[in-house]
């Protein structure tokens, strides 16, 4: 178990409750309460949650389980490793990466604005895909 000193919470105010040192945070959420870990992070870089615990008391427990244990292991973690593996290119696939290909010789199509209508077009309504072209404004 901690020490008193690391079990000591001070409130924040809206609910919220933080240990001494500033590393956990207890916050209320649906009905439940979550802690914050501020030293630790998860797979996308975030302050590390645990919970949700039914009561306060179950929270204050949690940190201290928290401050002796590691990190819990994250559902979404083989998720993101297949993600990763899709994101690679496979160098066995010839088809992939294609369009990526630059023929030498050949250069690119410059893309040129449009010209703004002027004259008789810009007064028939031309511009702005002419919603104003019978008098009203199309929603």
Partial sequence: MAARDDTAL????GGRWQTRDGRFT????SGTWVVVDAEATDELGLALVRGPYGTLTAAKDAIADAREGDAPASPL???LARVADMAEPQASDPRRGRRRQ???GQATPATEPTPAPTGPERARGAV?????RH???RS
């Fill in 128 to 132: 702005a895909g002419s919603s104003w």
């Fill in 10 to 13: 001070k409130r924040l105010g």
């Fill in 77 to 79: 973690a083989g998720a």
């Fill in 135 to 137: 008098g009203r404004a």
């Fill in 102 to 104: 630059k023929v030498e």
């Fill in 26 to 29: 207890i916050e209320p959420q």
